[in-house]
């Protein structure tokens, strides 16, 4: 795609996988932070670039750098977030969730562009998918300790998504 979308679609709200995500992180902080959506229905707000080193200096003792690195990036590298991201009137937040800056133009290309090829990735699993009907269902949460509701969250997504560069 060429062209930057010139339409808003509005605020982009969070859907049960992005509060499941946000929750990742927030397990992993002293205290929340402003910029994650909470509940359903929360706006999806783009970070602030170099936004990461703020969030890590909210690190619980003990959890790895990797491990919040993965979560952040679980949620920054999905399709809402990009959507998010593309819209004309995007405008990026600092950690309490209050705009900072709009999104540049080549910022807001590059992730309408991640958008419309995970859309393109998840219509073709989907029609995958549809033929399979072998795959078990995940533990029940409670039966799982913290870090494996932190890991099934993580890896809920796919691993051929991962990309070994970020962009906050």
């Known amino acids: 795609?060429?062209?930057?979308?010139?339409?808003?679609?509005?605020p982009i709200v969070a859907a049960d996988t992005d509060i499941r995500k946000a929750e990742a992180i927030s397990a992993l902080l002293v205290r929340p932070i402003g910029i994650l959506p909470s509940k359903l229905g929360d706006h999806i707000r783009p970070f602030a670039i170099g936004l990461f080193e703020e969030i890590r200096a909210l690190l619980?003792?003990?959890?790895?750098?990797t491990t919040l690195r993965r979560a952040v990036a679980a949620f920054v590298h999905s399709k809402r977030y990009y959507f998010a991201s593309a819209q004309p009137d995007s405008f990026r937040h600092d950690i309490d969730g209050r705009e900072l800056e709009p999104m540049s133009d080549d910022d807001r290309m590059t992730a309408q562009n991640r958008f419309?090829?995970?859309?393109?990735?998840?219509?073709a699993d989907a029609d995958g998918k549809s033929d399979s009907s072998s795959s078990s269902p995940p533990p029940a949460a409670s039966a799982m300790t913290k870090s494996e509701q932190i890991r099934a969250a993580l890896l809920g997504r796919g691993t051929s998504q991962r990309s070994s560069s970020t962009a906050f």
Do not use: Y
């Open 60 to 65: 619980k003792p003990g959890v790895g750098v």
């Open 116 to 123: 419309l090829a995970l859309k393109q990735k998840t219509a």
């Open 1 to 10: 795609m060429t062209k930057p979308w010139m339409v808003s679609r509005g």
